[in-house]
């Protein structure tokens, strides 16, 4: 509860005309879920779903490359800005609670997008939330990961708490296959790396 309190008061007490002033809010989507969807290319009657979707950029550029788009955040505030921002768009944008995730959910979603939540929530979350997250992936479906990440002699603290290199190894554990993984040095304080994965059940 504190967790989602402290979300929704950044979001609801947020400048309306300079979002840049939420810490993560980059208003773009992530260049390396792009990048990745540049070179996938477009599908057709596949469902998305965007984990903590924010402002609904990264969303936005599922839509764009075919996707049935499904995006959820546990704070009503972001959903709202998420649905001023994109009048257009026909991403279903929902308030929902990545813990309290709906039976019907489990197994359906050709392509999910977790991006920064996983090292928002606390450690000793980890396992359960990667469990819950994989659960979600249909079959031959695929995860694209993206996290602040640091050496296992690191330890930044949080939050953000960002993950160290065998936790990756974590969605593999719940039976998907590493397609591939990049890492590349980070300049913010946040972590030494930020890292992207992509995974397939």
């Known amino acids: ?9 950044v979001y609801e007490n947020a400048d309306h005309d300079d979002l840049s002033s939420i810490p993560w809010a980059t208003l773009a989507p992530n260049i390396y879920l792009e990048k990745h969807l540049a070179m996938q290319g477009p599908v057709v009657g ?4 965007v984990i903590g979707c924010g402002l609904g950029d990264d969303a936005l ?3 764009k490359y075919g996707y049935e788009v499904e995006a959820l955040d546990i704070s009503p505030s972001a959903i709202a800005l998420a649905k001023k921002r994109h009048p257009e768009s026909k991403v279903d944008f929902h ?5 309290d995730m709906p039976a019907s959910s489990v197994g359906k979603y050709d392509f999910v997008y977790e991006g920064l939540t996983i090292q928002s929530l606390p450690p000793s979350d980890r396992e359960k ?3 819950i997250i994989v659960s979600l992936v249909a079959k ?15 330890n930044y603290g949080g939050p953000p708490w960002p993950l160290y290199a065998d936790e990756f ?9 590493q397609v591939y993984i ?3 040095t980070e300049s913010k304080p946040v972590a030494p790396y930020k890292c992207c994965a992509l995974y397939r059940k």
């Open 1 to 9: 509860m504190e967790k989602k309190n402290f979300f929704e008061s």
């Open 46 to 49: 596949k469902k998305a779903l």
């Open 61 to 63: 550029i599922l839509e």
């Open 95 to 99: 308030v929902g609670d990545i813990y």
């Open 129 to 131: 939330l990667v469990g």
């Open 140 to 154: 031959e479906g695929e995860l694209f990961v993206y996290a602040h990440a640091q050496d296992d002699t690191d």
């Open 169 to 177: 190894t974590l969605f593999e554990k719940e039976g998907l296959e």
């Open 182 to 184: 990049e890492k590349e």
